[in-house]
């Protein structure tokens, strides 16, 4: 009995050992990691639909929409569509006031946000309305005033999935919100910087989202559980798309920093993550076999660490 408990510490230690390189090989590689070059050299030219799922957001969506408005991209090659999704409050009127388009959603045995955003995707696709990205922003969030070009950039250099660089909005005075908010900024920027210097592929994190409209016609958003972007982040990987990391595009979102509201968010997610590990898992690990791909293998580093 003792050798085998003490194969087993060996082998967790080995595990944590590894985990620790991993996230110190990441963070020297965030480091050295270049800045994109300005895209103010670059000339935009994609149509965008930025979608914003929102339920029940009437104090906060007027500031989300008045942050897309004011970006550097070219007004006349984007719009703004808030989906307000089952709301029961003023939401609808707050984002057209503020200079969105609505588009009404009453589904109430279908709510969420994945539901939201493959109910408002199917009607823009049989709207004949022009566009060729789709970019997602949680209701809740501020955009960077270059988020858009950004983004853009990134498509027009091939990338049919790009994520941007998400990070939270720190409440002044509060030390455990700052905190919140440093983790965060390691989670995120570090660990994607360094993925992206070592040409790895980025996690998709649910907020400033772009996915090209080629992308969606091929593999419709289906992603409806808690944790939709990790779901379409492993579909997509599967599909053999590697989604890039946009460090120039900044999204910032608060996050809850009471502590009932942490734990309270931080058991969707596991429960979410835990759920797609078991599901996932295996077909990850067979393709990567079939594929002779060891890169699809670090697909897996992401819901077995996120809650490091």
């Known amino acids: 009995m003792i050798p085998i408990l003490a194969a087993m510490l060996a082998l967790a230690g080995a595990l944590l050992a590894g985990f620790g390189l991993y996230l110190v090989i990441l963070s020297v590689a965030a480091a050295l990691h270049r800045r994109p070059p300005p895209v103010d050299a670059h000339t935009p030219r994609h149509n965008l639909t930025v979608l914003v799922p929102a339920y029940n957001e009437e104090q906060l969506i007027a500031r989300c929409v008045s942050s897309l408005l004011d970006q550097t991209y070219p007004r006349d090659l984007y719009r703004v569509v808030v989906i307000a999704d089952n709301c029961s409050d003023e939401t609808a009127h707050h984002a057209a006031a503020a200079g969105a388009q609505v588009m009404a959603r009453d589904e109430p045995d279908a709510r ?178 079939v594929r002779r791909d060891i890169r699809l293998l670090d697909a897996c580093a992401w819901p077995s660490s996120a809650a490091a």
């Open 112 to 289: 969420g946000k994945g539901q939201a955003l493959r109910w408002a995707i199917d009607r823009l696709a049989a709207a004949g309305t022009p566009w060729d990205a789709v970019v997602i922003v949680d209701a809740d969030s501020i955009a960077a005033r270059g988020m858009l070009a950004a983004l853009e950039a990134e498509l027009t250099a091939g990338h049919a999935a790009v994520q941007a660089d998400y990070t939270v909005l720190a409440q002044a005075g509060s030390p455990r919100s700052e905190l919140v908010a440093a983790g965060f900024l390691l989670f995120h920027r570090v660990r994607m910087s360094g993925r992206a210097a070592l040409g790895m592929a980025a996690f998709l994190f649910g907020n400033g989202m772009l996915f090209s409209r080629g992308l969606l016609e091929a593999y419709p958003w289906d992603a409806f559980s808690g944790v939709e972007d990790l779901e379409y982040t492993i579909r997509l990987r599967l599909a053999g798309i590697r989604p890039r990391f946009a460090l120039g595009a900044m999204v910032s979102g608060p996050m809850p920093v009471s502590r009932a509201g942490a734990v309270r968010q931080r058991l969707r997610w596991e429960g979410g993550r835990f759920n797609v590990v078991k599901t996932r898992l295996w077909p990850l690990v067979r393709a990567a076999a």
